[in-house]
């Protein structure tokens, strides 16, 4: 199984970014998709999820408004949208598929595979 992270990079305050996370080794459809992000010093936190059947979504709170998951089945590739980016926004993203765990799981060490993580820097 290999997630693929890619899209992060260097964007002033109020600027937008999507990230893409490539999945493959595997069938997906009864998977949960997820997107967390890790600041230094900090630990990794939920951003949001999907859910590949049905396209369900699940967002942090503070995410909401800004942030928007999507997935498109026939690339199996899963995005995550990010509008009005702040500085605190910069963290390494990582992408995580989880496959017995409901959208609303934001405990890291419930996912089962992760990606390597894409870098976004949010300038002031």
């Known amino acids: 199984v290999q997630l693929q992270a890619s899209g992060g990079g260097l964007v002033q305050a109020g600027g937008s970014l999507r990230l893409s996370c490539a999945a493959s080794?595997?069938?997906?459809?009864?998977?949960?998709m997820g997107w967390f992000r890790q600041a230094p010093g900090k630990e990794r936190e939920f951003v949001a999820a999907?859910?590949?059947?049905?396209?369900?979504?699940y967002y942090a709170d503070s995410m909401k408004g800004r942030f928007t998951i999507s997935r498109d089945n026939a690339k199996n590739t899963v995005y995550l949208q990010m509008n009005n980016l702040k500085p605190d926004d910069t963290a390494v993203y990582f992408c995580?598929?989880?496959?017995?765990?409901?959208?609303?799981?934001?405990?890291?060490?419930?996912?089962?595979?992760w990606g390597q993580g894409t870098l976004v820097t949010v300038s002031s």
């Open positions: 995580a598929a989880g496959r017995s765990i409901v959208i609303q799981t934001t405990t890291p060490r419930r996912y089962d595979y």
């Open positions: 080794g595997r069938t997906f459809s009864s998977y949960v």
């Open positions: 999907i859910r590949w059947s049905g396209g369900s979504t």
